[in-house]
């Protein structure tokens, strides 16, 4: 795991500064034409600054998390636009049952279907360093399932990137990808947004423009 060995002074003032600083730490990525995939929607602002940043191709990683039952903030899993679903370790914890799960798959991949075809077809990872990108892991969920789903894909070497992250999460994804950047692990991490003194919600338009973009 590629840890800072500088301490980062959090929160981050937003998610440009942090993709900033992030983009730093991925230099050695520069000019191998690296592929970013930038997990919707938070992280794609954050996706093109790092692109930009290593000259490498901006696309999305279409995930979804999978909310529990009773608690929209925890993340009881998450699944990918085919439907590929990656359930909590804590699952069966979270007193949520599978036709609840089920009927959220349903309901994200039908979000995600109608998000790619405004987004434009996926790159191709294959033999491709790819550096996946999200604004911040609290569970972890979310990113171990596109790890899972890339690797299958066959890149060369697979990179998680995220400025802030809870231990537990670092631990999850750490086994499913080459490298894991983080900048920060604080203690008693409660959710990713405290993390940001600024941290609004991305417009659907922003991020077609952001795609659209030519790095």
Known sequence: MDDTDDPVRLPFRDRAQAA????????????????????PRGAVPMGRIVADRIEGELDVMMVRKIASAFDSELAVGAVDEHGTVELAPYFHRTRTGMDWVDAQVRIQVALMQRRRAAYGPSADVRDRVVLVIDDGLATGST?????????????????????????????????????????????????????????????????IRLLDRVA
């Open 20 to 39: 900033q600083l992030l983009a730093e730490r991925v230099l050695r990525w520069r000019g191998c034409k690296p592929l970013v995939l930038a997990i």
């Open 143 to 207: 990113m171990a399932a596109a790890l899972r789903v890339l690797r299958e894909r066959g890149p060369r070497r697979l990179h998680a990137c995220v400025p802030v992250a809870s231990a537990e999460a670092v631990a999850l994804i750490a086994p499913l990808c080459d490298d894991v950047t983080v900048l920060a692990t604080p203690f008693n991490f409660v959710s990713v947004s405290r993390h940001y003194e600024v941290f609004p919600q991305i417009e659907e338009a922003e991020v």
